[in-house]
């Protein structure tokens, strides 16, 4: 599977320029390659991220979650979700799972890891939860 360079390109601008909020990445399977779908702006939200994700297609996304630890410091993760609705076709379920090791390793700088079948599993008290 290969990989759009405007996905790299767009994540590097997403860590190191704080540019997104969060980048939904979506696989192009005419061209078998993974393609930026949707950037969110900074002042985006956690909900804003949840509502761009589509409810029966798979995606893989990253976000860049802010938040205070519980010694009072502004802190930042980045993270990387799967997103792979059960109600999502098969063939790209398994599209998305044999090929996300490998854009995965494309995004250096990612955090933490969140495979997500339904909204509950990438809920914003999880994301927080696994940030902490």
């Known amino acids: 599977m290969a ?3 405007e996905c ?3 994540f590097l601008e997403l860590k190191a320029k704080r540019n997104y909020r969060f980048i939904v990445f979506k696989i192009e399977e005419k061209i078998q390659q993974v393609v930026v779908e949707k950037l969110g702006g900074p002042d985006e939200t956690y909900d804003d991220f949840t ?6 297609e798979c995606r893989y996304a990253v976000f860049d979650f802010d938040f205070i630890t519980n ?3 502004q802190k930042s993760k980045i993270f990387f979700i799967a997103w792979s609705p059960d109600t999502s076709r098969v063939r790209s379920k398994m599209l998305y799972a044999s090929s996300k090791d ?3 390793r494309e995004l250096d700088g990612v955090q933490v890891e969140l495979q997500a079948t339904d909204p509950s ?7 927080k939860g696994r940030a902490l």
């Open 3 to 5: 990989v759009h360079d």
């Open 71 to 73: 010694e009072n410091c």
């Open 51 to 56: 509502a761009s994700m589509p409810a029966n």
């Open 102 to 104: 490998r854009f995965r």
């Open 8 to 10: 790299k390109l767009k």
């Open 121 to 127: 599993e990438m809920s914003f008290d999880i994301i």
